[in-house]
């Protein structure tokens, strides 16, 4: 296991990889090796086998190299990704796994590590400059000595260490900027017995300070274990912890920053062999010895600092420790410190100590600590110490960011805020932001964005000019903003900063974020033609159907706006596809754009107009412009193109060309006909006939080539083309009659009217084209056109100069046939003989030839054998009804291709001697089975035909056997005729032939193959000759012929015996060992087929040869028979089958029997089977004097697995004195129990130590009544936490309560003593001893698994104790809850202090029903601590729902909760207020908090019986604008003051001028004139006059006139200022820019909303007096018409 990814397994046929990162999957490779080890990095395999080391990569399964060493390897490791250490026993080598070079020597071992020492562990340092290798050996006294040596790569030396484990370490040591490379490891001197850990530096530059080096520190290894010695050490690179690992199972873990132990523990029984550490967890995995367990160790950080506090009593050990790894457990350590350390004044180690502590002081308070620090003379102030302090320890936080870079701007050095930005020093948030930004932009902006500060961070785009980036980070951070403002902002200051972002927001993903079209309006509205069009380029680049009009609009405004050349470049792109297409169209046209408009017409009226102009337009352009019209369209514009006269010929004819499978040949060929273009035709046609498959194409083109004189084409297509009709042709050119016949020829040559045209030939008298034809254009048609010549009559003179002129390129089967059949065969003689005389060797031209010669009867005999190259099929049928025998011999000529034909003709003419040869010389044995397989016919006429074949096939036998064959000199042919004898199943037949062949003497009488043959017959055919032919036979294959008889098929078993007993004698076999090779074959037939095992035991004693006795021994094994089997296999001393006759003898428990056998086997094997069965055999005999000198003395047995045998068929003495032998003290401890050994028992279990024995024996022991025995066995199994329960089970079982109780309370002093003890006793003190559960609890907190603990608390009803668990767990929720519910655990400062830490917020709700109903005078404490945690309104209801006590005890708290002004909470108040009369504060209410129903509360008080609350429901009223309700109440109760305030707030004329007549009714002059002096504005002078004549008031109303008066005549000054005519040069700006705003926008009038620029309001002139736009009485705002 080199890393923890792959762990290697080694076993005899193969090599197991187990997957650690893929749920410890296996993968087994067919690979024999002795050791492997696999890369840590990559799936490379190093294997090794004796002295050979090879790599092979198991991703591409191919070998990386291989080396062969020149001693051998005692131990290697993957020092890292690239390299393979080898230790041999004198030197140490390095093989790199890249390139192809061997391993390179790096150092020799030094004499204090020589060869008598064992290698355990190598290591190279990070830098690669240092290695350490050690080893162990063997000591005095049975310790174990430790050595390593340490070497310089660099410095080539080497130190001797006396240690046994060391590895190196690169950690980072507080005040140096470069890491430190250590050297850690154990020391154990031979003369000292005390371990030690050494830490130090090794490596470093002399010159960068002296090396770090702590003091050695002594490890604390355990009194018992005073022998043990480590094996391994492993660094945790991740915290910087050291491990190591003992090989009695210990665990040590090491602080490598000061060397001391910080833990130590027993993890394992047995030795861990080999580890590695998981660098991503810091883990070390480790493989123990025996067992093969895989152990993983991981430091818990939880635990860790409060482990060094409570049992190291360590605390600067524990301060460093929790600062460095960040862990929990010091931070009270931290604060006395650090208080400490401001006191002494020591600032700057008050500075590292916040540093080193995480996150437990860095806390504003702290910063403002140092900040309150006087700053000494020359020094810098505190606080920057401890900035700096920080700064080189890390990153700060966000309030630490903030308090620094404060000062540091202010001091207008922002160049140190970026440096500490690029180093991530500083924790970005929008306060640090904002202070950065009147600095530095962009600095604000990396820190805005860094801060996820959206809005700030988009306000730095806009100020940097940065639009383009606005809309991607909005969106990338799913910010949202209002766009529309920000672009009309940019639209008048920056155009192309509002097209940027308009371009960002309309292709944002997910969809356009602002109107296109309103935008592109507000691009128009201010001329902007090109931002208009660039903006809606992209806003329509996804042209969809929905944006048909802008696309419209953004073609028709360049169009018309003077830059078509913009939209024929849109156009050309072809983006835009849903715009409106006539009426572009139309535009473009106007335009001068023919093509554009022609692509955008569909009426084909409208098309014909535009292509008036073709001549102006692209030929390529009208050409493709046809592609898009369908077929009628096209078919007319190219008509009226046509009729324009021969200038659109040309482009006309391309058209065609192109367009033609389209609009089809035959309307192309019309339109050009109409219009009698014949050339234009002719071109049209030749471009396209050599592709076209119409025939009309072909044929119009040969027609049309043939009246332009074009005759040379019209032959080139009538020869090459196979499309045209050729009868439609041939008629044509018939017709035609052309001067140049050729093309007629081709066509009646390809289309086989050779007779027509050679009678057309013929009858025109152009007999030269008839010979040329034949000669040059086609010979092989020669024979139809002699034919038409013998039949018009033609000279034969003529005839036979065509042939000659011919000659071999004539076809001469044609011709021949053409010649028989009219009877002028004799007439070829001369031509066949010419063709032969100059060397033809075609068959036909000799069958013909032959056919003359036969038929003039020229010596046919000689021609038949002799002549090598006419067909026999042909001759032979042309003979057969003139004479068989030549016939016979033109078959034959055949050498087997006429067979069937040669066969028959033998067969009818009894040509059988003939055939007998042949069959004989041929060989065949397919054509032997024509002739001898039976013919199967049925009916009538098929036996008679049976009959006859039947009768031919024994003639033909009886030529082949007396004539045939006994003339035959040839083995194969006589090998053949058996083969076909025995194929055609004629055995009878066969062994006539056989014995004539072998028994009457013959050349072949002693041939070995025909004696197997013969008897191999013989079994088949007559089982009774077999006997006599194997007496009378010797040359014959006897053992295959002996498996033949004892075959299923045959079953000849004496036969068989027969054979192998003749074969077994001397004088048919010399040699002795297949002799009894035979006899065991012999007696194989007796045992394996006769099965008669009593005859064979004879013949084993006959023969007395060990393989019959073991042959026989077998059989009898396998028949049940041991006893009878083991004699067998003694008097053979065959062992081999000693596997099958153990079992047996188990089976039929002969073990007397059994032991001379093994005892026999053991002679000449070693094997684990047999020395375990003969244990087995003495145990169960009750030898043990036997049994213990074997186990004592040299053997090969499984002892465990024969112990655990007998063990388990309760032969306890026997597997007693097995287990002894092997130290196997578990099982040991067992026999004793079971024979009532108690005391022995438990000192096995302690020599075991082993947690399930030690269970065992405590169980055995308590069942026995032994307490203390059994106690001195639970304590050792209660330090397992996972074996706790089933101890407290037993014993409660038994009923040993008390017994257990003492058990656990003996285990709270274990060493080991864990977390599982603690809790179990707690839980059987809330069963058995409850008074003592509080103590236990408060005590023992710490280490209790409170959730348990608590259950059990709850079962046994302990409440108090329960409450005190759950708060000191933190589970404030559940310590509520049961207080509660039970009020015998009820406290209320515990609950004060649970309440405000519950996570359930539902439980402060029911608290305050709980504190209601039972202690409702602490309720409002309650909700002072609750005040901020709670719903207001809900605990209202609440009160509501108990009852009205309720709220009158809540008042005090909804007072104080009234400052957020809640509805629920105002209105519960004001009904206590009134319902205590109390109208002061009600009013106090009302004005400060309005947050409640107040129509609902003025209704309820418009009838109270007190003038005071009276008097607030008129208020209330008028704060709702409920003017009539106000002052109707105000009147009833005559509070005029009330009346006129509410009038003149309402500033209603009606409301007033009713109030005005109320008081002249009731003569109230004084409220009336108080009312015309308050309400001035809103009282119309013509109502105040009539009021005031009418009730004789002139006095009261004469002020209100006078200020009138004044007020309008101010009025009237204004207005004269504002209309008097303006100067002359005034207003002929106003009317220049008047028209000049009419001019915008290409003439059009642009309306927008409101006047002036952007929508703004112009400047008000006039009531410069008057503010907030307020007018006087009766007056109307000029801004705005009425």
Sequence with gaps: MESDKWIVSVEPTQVSLVDLQNQAQVTRRPIKAEAAVMNPSSNILALRSGKVIQMFNLDTKTKVKSHDMDSPIVFWKWTGANNLALVTATSVSHWLADGVGAPVKLFDRHPTIGANTQIINYQVSPDEKWCLLGGISAGEGGSVNGNMQLYSVEKKVSQPLQGHAGAFAKIKLTGREDPAQLLVFHEKKTEDSSHKLFVMEVGRDPSKGTPYRLPPTALPVPADAAQDFPVSMVVDAKDEIAFLLSKMGFVYMFDIHSGKTMFRTRITQETIFVTCVQESTGAVFGITVRTGRVLRIVLNGQTLVPYILNNLRDNDLAIKVAGRLG?????????????????????????????????????????????????????????????????????????????????????????????????????????????????????????????????????????????????????????????????????????????????????????????????????????????????????????????????????????????????????????????????????????????????????????????????????????TYFGKLNREQSIALLKDMMSRGPSNMQVCVEIAKKYHDELGSEELVKVFENAKATEGLYYYLGAVVNFSEDPIVHF????????????????????????????????????????????????????????????????????????????????????????????????????????????????????????????????????????????????????????????????????????????????????????????????????????????????????????????????????????????????????????????????????????????????DEVSCTVKAFMAADLPGELIILLERII????????????????????????????????????????????????????????????????????????????????????????????????????????????????????????????????????????????????????????????????KMARKNLQENLLDTELIYAYAKINNLTELEVLVNGPNVANIQSIGDRCFSEGLYNASKLLYKSINNNSKLALCHIHLEEYREAVVAATLANNVSTWKQVCFACLKAEEYRLGATCGLEVIKYPDHVDDVVTYYSDLGYFDHLVSLFEQGLGLEDAHIGIFTELGILYTKHVPEKVMEHCKVFFSKLNVSKVVRACERARLWSPAVYLYMADKQSDNAVKVMTEHASAFDNDLFLDSIVKVRNGEIMYKAVNFFLATHPMLFTRLMEVLEKLVDHSRVVNQLRRTGDWALHIGQAYMRSVQKANLSAVN???????????????????????????????????????????RRISAYVYRCNKKWSHSIELSKNDRMWKDCIDTANESASAEIIENLLRFFCETSENECFCAALYTCFSHVRPDVALELGWLNSYQHFIMPFLIQNMRQTHDRLKVLEERTKPPKEEDAQNEIAGTYGQLGGFNGMLMLENGVGIGGMMPEMIGFGSLQNGMMPNGMGNPGYSM
């Design 999 to 1158: 028994l009457q003497g013959s050349d072949f009488s002693d041939n070995k193959n025909l004696q197997n043959l013969l008897i191999l017959t013989a079994i088949r055919a007559d089982h009774t000759r077999v006997s006599g032919y194997i007496d009378q036979l010797d040359n014959f294959d006897a053992k295959s012929i002996a498996l033949i008889c004892v075959s299923e098929s045959h079953m000849l078993y004496e036969e068989a015996y027969s054979i192998y007993i003749k074969f077994a004698k001397s004088e048919h076999t010399a040699d002795k060992q297949e002799q009894v090779e035979m006899q065991v074959l012999a007696i194989g037939v007796l045992v394996d087929y006769m099965k008669d095992l009593d005859r064979a035991k004879g013949f084993a004693n006959q023969a007395d040869e060990k393989p019959v006795w073991s042959k026989l021994g077998k059989s009898q094994l396998e028949e049940k028979m041991a006893a009878e089997a083991i004699t067998s296999f003694i008097n053979a001393e065959d062992a081999s089958e000693y596997v099958k006759v153990c079992a047996e003898a188990n089976e039929a428990e002969i073990y007397t029997e059994v032991i001379p056998y093994l």
């Design 1467 to 1509: 209105e519960a108040l004001n009904e206590l207020y009134i319902e205590d009369e109390d109208y002061e504060s009600l009013r106090k209410s009302i004005d400060k908090f309005q947050n409640f129903n107040m129509i609902a509360l003025a209704s309820k008080l418009a009838t109270h019986e007190l003038l005071e609350f």
């Design 327 to 623: 862990l929990p457990g010091a931070e009270h350590l931290y604060t006395q410190e650090f208080e400490r350390l401001i006191c002494a004044g020591q600032v700057k180690e008050a500075a590292a100590l916040v540093a080193g502590s995480g996150s437990a002081l860095r806390t504003p308070q702290t910063i403002a600590r140092f900040q309150q620090i006087p700053a000494q003379p020359g020094a810098p102030q505190p606080v920057f110490q401890y900035f700096s302090t920080l700064l080189e320890n890390g990153k700060l936080n966000e309030q630490e960011s903030i308090e620094l870079a404060k000062p540091v701007l202010q001091q207008g050095r922002p160049q140190l805020m970026e440096k500490w930005l690029k180093d991530d020093k500083l924790y970005c948030s929008e306060a640090l932001g904002d202070l950065i930004m009147p600095h530095d932009t962009a600095m604000a902006l990396s820190v805005y964005l860094r801060s996820e500060c959206h809005a700030k961070a988009i306000q730095c785009f806009v100020q940097r000019g940065e639009y383009d980036k606005i809309v991607p980070y909005s969106i990338s951070v799913g910010y949202t903003m209002d766009y529309s403002s920000m672009l009309s902002q940019l639209l008048f200051n920056n155009p192309q900063g509002a097209l940027d972002l308009a371009k960002g927001l309309v292709s944002a993903e997910g969809g356009p974020l602002i109107d296109i079209q309103a935008t592109a309006e507000a691009f128009l509205s201010n001329n902007r033609v090109r931002e208009t069009t660039a903006f809606l380029l992209e806003a329509l680049k996804d042209n969809k159907q929905d944006h048909a009009y802008l696309q419209t609009k953004l073609l028709e405004i360049n169009l018309i706006g003077g830059a078509p050349q913009v939209a024929d470049a849109i156009m050309q792109n072809g983006i835009l596809t849903h715009y409106d297409r006539a009426h572009v169209g139309k535009l473009c046209e106007r335009a001068g754009m023919w093509q554009r408009a022609a692509e955008h017409y569909t009426d084909i009226n409208d098309i014909k107009r535009v292509f008036k102009n073709s001549h102006q337009m692209n030929p390529e352009f009208v050409v």
């Design 700 to 971: 119009k083109y040969i027609q049309s080539a043939c009246m332009l004189g074009q005759f040379k084409e019209a032959e080139r297509v009538c020869r090459d083309s196979n499309i045209y009709n050729p009868e439609e042709v041939k008629k044509y050119l018939k017709n035609a009659k052309l001067p140049d016949p050729r093309p007629l020829i081709h066509v009646c040559d390809r289309f086989d009217f050779v007779d027509e045209l050679t009678e057309y030939l013929y009858l025109n008298s152009l007999l030269q084209y008839v010979e040329v034809y034949v000669t040059k254009v086609s010979p092989t048609k020669t024979p139809q056109v002699v034919g038409k010549l013998f039949d018009l009559g033609a000279n034969q003179d003529f005839t036979k100069r065509i042939l000659m002129a011919v000659g071999t390129a004539c076809p001469v089967e044609e011709m021949v046939e053409i010649a028989e059949t009219r009877n002028r065969l004799r007439m070829l003689q001369p031509w066949l003989e010419a063709r032969v005389a100059t060397g033809s060797t075609e068959p036909g031209t000799h069958n013909a030839l032959g056919k003359i010669y036969i038929q003039l009867n020229k010596d046919p005999k000689s021609f038949l054998t002799n002549n090598m190259f006419y067909e026999p099929r042909v001759l032979g049928l042309f003979c057969e009804s003139l004479d068989p025998s030549l016939a016979f011999v033109a078959y034959k000529k055949g050498a087997g291709e006429c067979d069937d034909e040669l066969i028959k003709i033998s067969f009818t003419h009894g040509l059988y001697r003939d055939l007998a040869r042949y069959l004989v010389e041929r060989q065949d044995l397919e054509l032997w089975a024509k002739v001898l397989t039976k013919n199967e016919d049925s009916g009538d006429d098929g036996v008679e035909v049976a009959a006859d074949k039947e009768l031919q096939r024994r003639q033909l036998i009886d030529q082949v056997v007396e004539w045939a064959l006994p003339e035959s000199e040839s083995a």
